[in-house]
């Protein structure tokens, strides 16, 4: 095998690939369904025509015979006016359009016998036509079903993919430590810039009356005596009481102060909402 003719194979090769990796099959279904309507088209033309022949065969036989008929009346005519010689004419003119008359009989006849089996192709060709019109309709949805379980593959396996996974834990990670940061920055702010002490206190505050409303649901609940209230008062009075001290310096005072003003607020706070539960 020459250079030239391996050369011509490989191209011819790579462009039968090329192609066939180009193929839709929706489009390569709807190319075939539409050839096959333009040559039914054609084929209903070549039917029409040979109709046509048919039809004109036929009138020509017709047309023969009645004149065929019409020699044969004038030879009897001749014959009744005692003319032997015309009547002799007239029958061979009768034999000419009765040869003629036959002639396009046996035409006929082929052509209708061509027709017929025209007819029974055109027929058949229409209902393959049909049925491939109902098969790539069913070929197309597979297709379509084919592409979309793919796609939804592609997807699943996307999904399965370890890094997409290892970057959202590591993000997390991130916003984890940015948060952790944030929280003990406020924390240092919170100790360097705020009054430590009345966060304390506040905190307290918020216990207290947390334990105040539980103490109240139990009594609404019927699980805790009436006098219940009066508890959480001496339990604060008790947590917050301190043994006495060796006298404290002056700033130590001052906190011994403002703790004293804010157990007084409390119990206050506490007498009347044990005053209120009472009533």
Same mark, same amino acid.
């Given at each position: 095998? &020459? ?6 194979q ?11 990796? $180009?193929e839709?099959?929706? =489009? +390569? ?6 050839? +096959? ?21 036929? =009138? ?21 006016? &005692? ?40 027929? +058949?060709?229409?209902d ?34 370890q ?7 590591? +993000? ?23 009054? $430590? ?11 207290? &009356? ?7 649901? =139990?009594?609404?609940? &019927? ?6 209230? $009066? ?47 009472g009533?």
């Amino acid at each position: 095998m &020459g250079i030239f003719s391996r050369l011509a194979q490989l191209i011819k090769s790579n462009l039968n690939d090329l192609i066939s990796k $180009s193929e839709d099959p929706e =489009k +390569m279904l709807n190319q075939i369904v539409l050839d +096959m309507n333009n040559q039914l088209v054609e084929a209903k033309k070549q039917v029409a025509a040979s109709i046509a022949d048919e039809k004109r065969l036929a =009138k020509q036989y017709e047309q023969e015979a009645a004149n065929g008929a019409e020699w044969e009346r004038r030879a009897m005519m001749a014959l009744r006016a &005692g003319n032997e010689e015309l009547a002799k004419e007239a029958l061979s003119r009768k034999k000419e359009h009765d040869a003629l008359s036959q002639t396009f009989n046996d035409q006929w006849a082929k052509q209708k016998a061509s027709v017929d089996q025209l007819k029974r192709a055109l027929r +058949m060709l229409n209902d393959k036509i049909e049925e491939a019109k109902r098969k790539k309709n069913v070929l197309i949805a597979r297709k379509k079903r084919a592409e979309a379980q793919k796609s939804i593959q592609e997807t699943m396996h996307g999904l399965k993919d370890q890094s997409a996974f290892e970057t959202f834990d590591r +993000m997390s990670a991130k916003i984890d430590q940015l948060e952790a940061e944030a929280e003990a920055g406020a924390e240092l702010q919170e100790e360097y810039t705020g009054d $430590s002490l009345a966060h304390k206190f506040q905190s307290l505050e918020r216990n207290a &009356g947390a334990e105040d409303d539980l103490a109240a649901l =139990k009594r609404k609940m &019927g699980l805790a005596p009436a006098d219940a209230p $009066s508890a959480p008062q001496e339990s604060v009075q008790a947590r917050v009481q301190a043994p006495p001290a060796a006298p404290p310096s002056a700033s130590a005072s001052k906190e011994e102060d403002e703790l004293a003003a804010a157990l007084e607020e409390m119990e206050a706070e506490a007498t009347g909402q044990a005053r209120k539960a009472g009533r």
